[in-house]
């Protein structure tokens, strides 16, 4: 819970003092969230039978308003973008109340983006989710929006990769892997887990030399090149240095099609997002809760 100390604004009205107020607003969580992530907005007034409306604003623009009950106005509230963002609540008595109107003081919320992981081919284009990749191929693993200079690993199915990272001052990341020639063809649920957030990517393993898996098990790289944090965007793959897998413009392979229908496959996927236990669910956007959204 966060807040800060109260406004408070008295006035006369001709010979007719009107009894002053103070606002106090309460963020729950307090200090930072997650965009799409809700978030309790309260506002407490003093004193509490006074009468009114209370409208709550988010760098100066209005969210939304609720009538004060039992000296509280509550709304739920969800970020859609990221950034740092200023709240305040702002009272205004009924008509003809005898209650001066207030604001709070502001109450500063950083709102951080949803962790994601990102997999590039070797060409440095993004593999779509639920598509295959082809094993003794490298691929990029890419963080984005976990905290700033945390550790990052990675698990495949039920393994660990041997692949690690540190973020940088933006919490993002590469590191460069190369899945065992050993892994059986299968989906797989692909988790990056680093200071207390973590997210999931699904992808198919093809593999033309082994049978298909009965399970996510089994090593599932040889090779984890970490990429420094200035070394190329996540455009491309060819000038990151020596870390990194340049382009050979072949990834027509990479991604060939295996003749699986596509229901088998989507039956597949799901099936590993039971076989990976929990690891799916932080990596997932949350759904949009309550009726009002800022930024």
Do not use: C, W
């Amino acid at each position: 819970m966060l807040g800060l100390p109260a406004a408070s604004a008295s006035t006369t009205v001709g010979q007719t003092a009107v009894v002053s107020t103070t606002v106090n607003l309460l963020v729950e969580p307090g200090g930072e969230l997650e965009t799409f992530t809700p978030a309790t907005f309260r506002a407490v007034v003093e004193p509490a039978n006074a009468a009114g409306v209370v409208t709550f604003y988010a760098d100066g623009v209005a969210v939304a308003s609720a009538n004060v009950v039992g000296g509280q106005a509550v709304i739920e509230s969800n970020s859609r973008s990221a950034g740092q963002v200023t709240l305040t609540a702002a009272f205004s008595p009924s008509t003809g109340a005898a209650f001066a109107p207030a604001t709070s003081a502001r109450v500063p919320l950083k709102v951080n983006g949803v962790a994601t992981v990102v997999v590039f081919d070797q060409s440095g284009r993004a593999v779509t989710e639920g598509s295959q990749v082809r094993v003794g191929q490298p691929i990029r693993l890419t963080v984005r929006d976990f905290p700033a200079k945390s550790l990052v690993t990675f698990m495949v199915g039920n393994d660990t990769l041997n692949a690690a990272l540190v973020t940088d001052g933006t919490g993002g990341g590469s590191v460069v892997v190369v899945l065992a020639k050993q892994l059986p063809s299968s989906v797989y649920v692909l988790a990056a887990a680093g200071g207390k957030r973590s997210a999931s990517f699904v992808f198919y393993v093809f593999n033309p030399s082994a049978s298909p898996a009965a399970s996510t098990g089994g090593s599932s790289a040889e090779v984890a090149t970490p990429i420094p944090p200035s070394a190329g965007g996540d455009g491309g793959g060819s000038t990151a240095g020596s870390g990194q897998i340049s382009s050979t413009g072949a990834n027509g392979d990479n991604l060939a099609h295996t003749g699986a229908d596509s229901i088998d496959l989507l039956l597949a996927a799901l099936a590993a997002v039971g076989i990976g236990g929990g690891l799916l669910f932080a990596g997932r956007r949350p759904r949009l809760v309550g009726k009002h959204v800022f930024g």
